[in-house]
């Protein structure tokens, strides 16, 4: 049972979600909920909905004393016109079974891809929805497979060829041969401007765990407004930092090889590395500025410092005792990144 504004919702479906943050050693562990899970053994919450919600992505803030990194990054992607989920901040008590109802800290819920946000960002959720992972979804021509690209809509169709169409286009001899044949054959299946755009917000926050270091982390989704296929962020938690597995990648991103060839391919065309640098510009001049960013960590700050106070040794990663330096750190980081994105664009 969920308690929230004095209102209950009951018998919902819970489990655990993600990865390294579901295997840390804390007890403040990421959830995911199911409104209406149950509703085929209980009627009475058919289409049992949170405000809205069929289901909410309840993220633990891993590793983050400031408690919102995930939020920001969905946010300054989402300002800059690439596509990312809407966030909230709840404080989330849990009742064991014996009555009291311990504080776990606070959470960033995240809104499910397939549940609300299509139909809220594109206006349809009719297209085929893509949540890639592992084999395949670097887009390689090496173990390529459409095995790694698992369907969220449509799956009793199960038709992947749009996939299929897009990888022809991304491999196609015509990118050495002839280039203008090639960016316009790509673009009339895949939104390249949009992936550009996506790689200078994600260049300039250094955000490593996803493409281009791990074949995870993103969605797909055909938009059939206009046939284009779309990039979603998703799962940005580990972002605003130098990051693991190599690092994040530099702004260049000359490091990166074909195994990633939706950047190594771009990158490499005059035409594609040239809009890219005006992306990487015109963000850091607008939605990461430092007056916008330095106002909304300090709001931020504001709304969470008690909450932050209140979280539990073992359970929050250390906001109890670091989340004013962790936000001043953002601040800090926010600067760096600006000088290193002006150094680059010049």
Not at 70 to 80: I, N
């Amino acid at each position: 049972d969920i308690y929230c504004n004095d209102l209950v919702w009951k018998d919902v479906g819970v489990r655990y979600k993600g990865n390294s943050s579901l295997r840390a050693r804390s007890g403040k562990l990421p959830l995911r909920f199911d409104f209406d899970k149950f509703e085929d053994v209980n009627t009475d919450i058919a289409d049992q909905r949170f405000y809205g919600f069929k289901e909410l992505s309840m993220s633990s803030n891993y590793n983050d004393p400031s408690l919102i990194r995930e939020s920001t990054a969905d946010k300054v992607f989402r300002d800059f016109g690439v596509p990312a989920v809407r966030t909230a901040y709840y404080e989330i008590y849990i009742d064991q079974g014996d009555g009291n109802a311990e504080y776990y800290g606070v959470y960033t819920m995240c809104e499910v891809i397939f549940d609300t946000f299509l139909k809220d960002y594109f206006g349809s959720k009719s297209g085929n929805c893509y949540k890639p992972e592992d084999e395949g979804s670097s887009f390689a021509q090496n173990g390529f497979t459409l095995d790694g690209f698992d369907l969220k809509t449509n799956e009793d169709v199960n038709d992947k060829s749009d996939i299929t169409e897009m990888f022809d286009y991304l491999h196609a001899g015509t990118r050495t041969s002839d280039a203008a044949q090639w960016r316009s054959d790509l673009e009339s299946v895949f939104d390249v401007d949009g992936f550009l755009k996506y790689l200078a917000v994600n260049n300039t926050i250094q955000n490593w765990d996803t493409y281009g270091r791990m074949e995870h982390n993103y969605y797909l989704y055909h938009d059939p407004a206009d046939g284009l296929i779309k990039w979603i962020v998703w799962d940005n938690n580990e972002a605003f930092q130098d990051g693991k597995q190599g690092g994040s990648l530099s702004f260049p991103m000359t490091e990166v090889g074909n195994d990633w060839p939706l950047i190594s391919y771009l990158i490499a065309d005059d035409t594609y590395e040239a809009q890219y640098k005006a992306h990487v510009k015109s963000f850091i001049e607008t939605t990461f500025a430092s007056s916008a960013m330095n106002t909304y960590y300090s709001t931020k700050e504001t709304l969470l410092s008690t909450s932050a106070a209140n979280e539990r040794n073992g359970f929050s990663y250390n906001a109890n005792t670091q989340f004013s330096s962790a936000i001043a750190t953002l601040k800090s980081h926010n600067a760096s990144r600006i000088a290193a994105a002006s150094a680059y664009v010049q």
